[in-house]
């Protein structure tokens, strides 16, 4: 079975400085990525996708992920973070065959002046 | 329409009542997908569609639970005998292809009392 991890249950960061949301996850086969970002009373919204190719993936918002098959992770990356930033962000994963996207519990953003 | 949309956006039902939801996808999407969201956790799968058929239904937590897309766009779910731990938010989500990322609307928040 498929699964992903987020250990952290908030990460803190204050706004310019660089932030990282950690992933690791679980699947047969090779992996389709993803990050998604939950606003306050709003939908998941996409943020990027790694399906094969460059381990660096570029996304909306200034947002980027490492892909690191060794390690099984997917760390999501921002260079300088701003207040707006802060939201509730979740990694999923697919695998190769399925259509199921399995998801992380999720992790709390804070970014603070 | 633009995105995906979901009616209601709110729905109290008393314990043992029947529920419908429903989920609009964006135009031309195949792919549809339903989830639960519980208060701190990750969206866990439910159901996937593609086209008219469920292509997996593994996430169905028992016979109460019960959707259909009879014509490839529109889908119901379908909730009989409600229990209060049926309490989440149901979101749908649909996507062009199974392996392209998902687009999800806003949920509707079932509260059975």
């Known amino acids: 079975a498929q699964s992903v991890a987020q250990p952290e249950d908030q990460v803190n960061v204050a706004e310019g400085n660089p932030l990282t949301v950690k992933c690791t996850y679980s699947v047969s086969g090779n992996p389709y990525l993803f990050w998604y970002v939950q606003y306050p009373n709003r939908g998941l919204q996409f943020l990027l996708k790694?399906?094969?190719?460059?381990?660096l993936v570029k996304g909306s918002y200034g947002f980027e992920a490492e892909f690191n098959k060794s390690q099984t992770s997917f760390h999501l990356k921002k260079p300088s973070a701003l207040v707006s930033d802060s939201a509730l962000y979740f990694c999923?994963?697919?695998?190769?065959?399925?259509?199921?996207?399995?998801f992380g519990t999720g992790t709390q953003l804070k970014v603070e002046l | 329409g633009a995105g995906v949309s979901q009616t209601p956006s709110n729905k109290v039902t008393e314990k043992g009542k029947y529920v419908e939801l429903r989920c609009d996808p964006i135009s031309g999407h195949t792919a549809l997908y339903w989830y639960r969201q519980s208060l701190g956790q990750g969206p866990e799968f439910l159901i996937y569609?593609?086209?008219?058929?469920?292509?997996?239904d593994s996430g169905l937590p028992n016979d109460r639970f019960f959707a259909v897309r009879p014509e490839g766009s529109v889908s119901t779910l379908k909730i009989q005998r409600t229990e209060r731990g049926d309490s989440a938010v149901y979101l749908c989500?649909?996507?062009?292809?199974?392996?392209?990322?998902?687009?999800f609307g806003q949920g509707t928040r079932l509260t059975v009392v």
């Open positions: 989500a649909s996507s062009t292809t199974p392996n392209t990322e998902a687009f």
């Open positions: 569609f593609q086209g008219t058929g469920a292509a997996d």
């Open positions: 999923a994963v697919r695998d190769g065959q399925g259509n199921k996207l399995t």
């Open positions: 790694y399906i094969t190719g460059d381990n």
